[in-house]
């Protein structure tokens, strides 16, 4: 059986902030990725840096390949491709939140393989101690349900 990861890749662009640092610290962006259960490897695909627009092929978890001077590919899904693929209230729900396309594809994922009972991070918010927000519930193929959650963070 199939199982989706989002994780982190990088790219070789730097976010502003950071251009004049000593020690360079490259851009890190959010694939989801889905990893076949026979062969325990991923499923190859292509993602666009969300800075600079590279674009890259993922091979691992947290590993790309970066495709040089190619900007686009024409295969990859935009977050306008899941307006069909997905209920339109939860297609609706994840554009209100601003989600990006891993968030998208991680839902269509969890509608796909039936995984009820897994969710998706809407909100994420610091505060002290705790870690507080919101997060969206697959109950059902047509159920969805928006929760609040709050964790405490406790150092061992």
Same mark, same amino acid.
């Given at each position: 059986?199939?199982s989706?990861?989002?994780?982190?890749v990088?790219?070789?662009?730097? *976010?502003?902030?950071y251009?004049n /640092?000593?020690?360079?610290?490259?851009?890190? +962006?959010?694939v989801?990725s889905? $990893?076949?259960?026979?062969?325990d490897t991923v499923?190859p695909?292509?993602a666009s840096?969300?800075?600079?627009g590279?674009?890259?092929k993922?091979?691992?978890?947290?590993?790309?390949?970066m495709?040089?001077?190619?900007?686009?590919?024409?295969?990859?899904l935009?977050?306008?491709?899941?307006?069909?693929s997905?209920?339109?209230? *939860?297609?609706?729900?994840l554009? /209100?939140?601003?989600k990006?396309?891993?968030d +998208?594809?991680?839902?269509?994922? $969890?509608?796909e393989?039936e995984d009820?009972?897994?969710?998706?991070?809407?909100?994420?918010?610091?505060?002290?101690?705790?870690i507080?927000?919101?997060?969206v519930?697959f109950l059902?193929s047509?159920?969805?349900?928006?929760?609040?959650?709050?964790l405490?963070?406790t150092a061992?």
């Amino acid at each position: 059986m199939n199982s989706g990861i989002k994780h982190l890749v990088q790219c070789h662009c730097m *976010l502003p902030q950071y251009r004049n /640092s000593d020690v360079p610290v490259f851009h890190q +962006f959010v694939v989801f990725s889905i $990893i076949d259960g026979k062969s325990d490897t991923v499923v190859p695909k292509f993602a666009s840096c969300n800075n600079c627009g590279a674009v890259h092929k993922v091979v691992d978890i947290c590993k790309t390949e970066m495709l040089t001077g190619r900007n686009e590919v024409p295969s990859q899904l935009k977050i306008e491709d899941f307006r069909l693929s997905l209920p339109t209230d *939860l297609y609706e729900l994840l554009v /209100s939140y601003g989600k990006e396309i891993a968030d +998208f594809e991680h839902a269509q994922f $969890i509608l796909e393989s039936e995984d009820w009972d897994k969710f998706i991070i809407l909100t994420r918010e610091e505060i002290d101690d705790m870690i507080q927000g919101k997060l969206v519930k697959f109950l059902a193929s047509d159920r969805f349900r928006v929760e609040s959650y709050i964790l405490r963070r406790t150092a061992q």
